[in-house]
């Protein structure tokens, strides 16, 4: 059984940093390719980093050069490290693998940026 459960979220101000953290169970990550997700208000869910099996790590122009993706393959574990906040960034994160599991999902973490 497929278990993501993110953590990290909460209420920063813009131009704050947070950083993310999805403990994996029932999936090895270190052969997978991982990926954050974000479903902002009224939104689809979009996704925002990537990071292959061999650690190569992609992003969405939005969050390019702000966010950063990695992984503790010991730990089972994909972080994201959110710099330079915006308001825009406000939205209920998730971790997944890319392609998605749709069974796979978790209950997400809120990030919240006011202005």
């Known amino acids: 059984q497929v278990q993501l459960v993110e953590s990290g979220g909460g209420l920063v101000q813009a131009g704050g940093s947070l950083r993310l953290s999805c403990a994996a169970s029932?999936?090895?990550?270190?052969?997978?390719?991982m990926a954050w997700y974000r479903q902002g208000p009224g939104k689809e869910r979009e996704l925002v980093a990537r990071?292959?099996?061999?650690?190569?790590?992609s992003y969405s122009g939005s969050v390019k050069g702000r966010f950063a993706i990695s992984r503790d393959n010991a730990k089972n574990t994909v972080y994201l490290q959110m710099d330079s906040l915006k308001p825009d960034d406000t939205a209920v994160y998730y971790c997944?693998?890319?392609?998605?599991?749709?069974?796979?999902w978790g209950q997400g973490t809120q990030v919240t940026v006011s202005s």
């Open positions: 997944n693998t890319d392609p998605q599991l749709s069974y796979a």
């Open positions: 029932g999936i090895i990550i270190s052969i997978n390719t």
């Open positions: 990071i292959t099996r061999n650690g190569w790590p």
